[in-house]
């Protein structure tokens, strides 16, 4: 079965600081893969997407993803941070009958 | 339009009470989802809808049951709560072709506390 690894539960950078998300997947073909921020007390939003063709993959809110397949990686990157980013992330992929398969979470903290 | 919306916010039900937690979306997608969030465990896929009249058993199914009578709606049913099913409970929808599949948009959520 495809599954999803976010290593780290819990991630902390400063204000300003740049970040990187690890997420890892287990897929045999070319997998689809998304990255979602869920606020607190709030529904999950769609970040990014990678389906096909350039592996970096720009999002909203100056996020994007680098797509490794050697690695199988999917790595979410934010150059500077900014305290309204503290929020939960989500990696997830695609899996056949179109269902997705979440990672665990990464809890974001923003230190001012 | 007002995407998916999910009714109702908040509930607290005894052990042995039934619910239903209600999904509406308006995108005119075919595919809906139901997911259970738990601390540190991510989501969940409890049930899903292709289409009217057409659902499956997702990774989480005991204790539960959907239906899917029109496009718009795919409400989920818990016949005896039991503290196990306390839980953050979101509705998803997506529009799924025949080539690259669309992602899928989340409702805000119901959380349900069962004592």
């Known amino acids: 079965a495809q599954s999803v690894t976010q290593p780290d539960i819990h991630i902390t950078v400063s204000e300003g600081a740049s970040l990187e998300l690890r997420c890892n997947y287990s897929?045999?073909?070319?997998?689809?893969l998304f990255w979602y921020v869920q606020s607190p007390g709030q529904g999950l939003q769609l970040l990014l997407k990678?389906?096909?063709?350039?592996?970096l993959v720009q999002g909203i809110k100056g996020f994007e993803a680098e797509f490794k397949r050697s690695q199988s990686s999917f790595n979410l990157r934010k150059p500077s941070v900014h305290w309204s980013d503290a929020a939960e992330y989500f990696c997830?992929?695609?899996?056949?009958?179109?269902?997705?398969?979440f990672g665990a979470g990464t809890i974001l903290r923003v230190k001012s | 339009n007002a995407g998916v919306t999910q009714t109702p916010k908040f509930r607290i039900l005894k052990i042995g009470q039934s619910m239903t937690l209600q999904c509406a979306q308006d995108?005119?997608?075919?595919?809906m989802y139901w997911y259970r969030q738990d601390p540190g465990m991510g989501l969940k896929l409890i049930y899903y809808?292709?289409?009217?009249?057409?659902?499956d058993k997702g990774e989480v199914p005991n204790g539960y049951n959907v239906s899917r009578s029109t496009t718009e709606d795919f409400p989920l049913r818990l016949e005896l709560a039991a503290p196990s099913q306390t839980s953050v409970y979101f509705c998803?929808?997506?529009?799924?072709?025949?080539?690259?599949?669309?992602?899928?948009?989340f409702g805000p959520g119901t959380r349900l506390t069962v004592l």
């Open positions: 990678y389906f096909s063709g350039d592996t």
């Open positions: 997830a992929g695609l899996e056949y009958g179109n269902k997705l398969v």
């Open positions: 809808s292709v289409g009217a009249g057409i659902t």
């Open positions: 998803a929808s997506s529009y799924a072709g025949t080539v690259v599949p669309d992602t899928q948009y």
């Open positions: 995108m005119n997608h075919n595919y």
């Open positions: 897929y045999g073909a070319t997998p689809y």
